[in-house]
């Protein structure tokens, strides 16, 4: 079993950064993947990132490429989420998720098993 914490949302500015942390507890994400996933208001949660835990190969969705890089830290077992040059419509609730998938499930919920709580995330413009 594993536990997913997200940390770090907040209200920032158009243009601005934040940084969100996910630690996971219970086992270590050798052999997982970890993905951040986006819910705005009104709207059906969509992919964002992911990572590969042991070889770190990463995969963005389109509207964060170049803005969001997502990494991890497997001696503290934390993912993270950088997220640059904020917009408006980045605003949303944003949850971490591990699982175990072929690399085309990675950009799909239902491939994850694990999932955080999820934190705010408000970008004013």
């Known amino acids: 079993q594993v536990q997913l914490v997200e940390s770090g949302g907040g209200l920032v500015q158009a243009g601005g950064s934040l940084r969100l942390s996910c630690a996971a507890s219970g086992r270590t994400l050798s052999g997982y993947r970890m993905g951040w996933f986006r819910q705005p208001p009104g709207k059906e949660r969509e992919f964002v990132a992911s990572?590969?835990?042991?070889?770190?190969?990463?995969n963005y969705a389109d509207s964060v490429k170049g803005r969001f890089t997502i990494s991890r830290d497997n001696t503290k077992n934390t993912g993270y989420l950088q997220m640059n040059s904020l917009k408006p419509e980045d605003t949303a609730v944003y949850y971490c998720?591990?699982?175990?998938?072929?690399?085309?499930?990675?950009?799909?919920?239902?491939?994850?098993?694990?999932w955080g709580q999820g934190t705010q995330v408000t970008v004013s413009s």
């Open positions: 990572i590969s835990w042991i070889l770190g190969n990463t």
């Open positions: 998720a591990a699982g175990r998938m072929s690399a085309s499930g990675r950009v799909s919920a239902g491939g994850y098993d694990y």
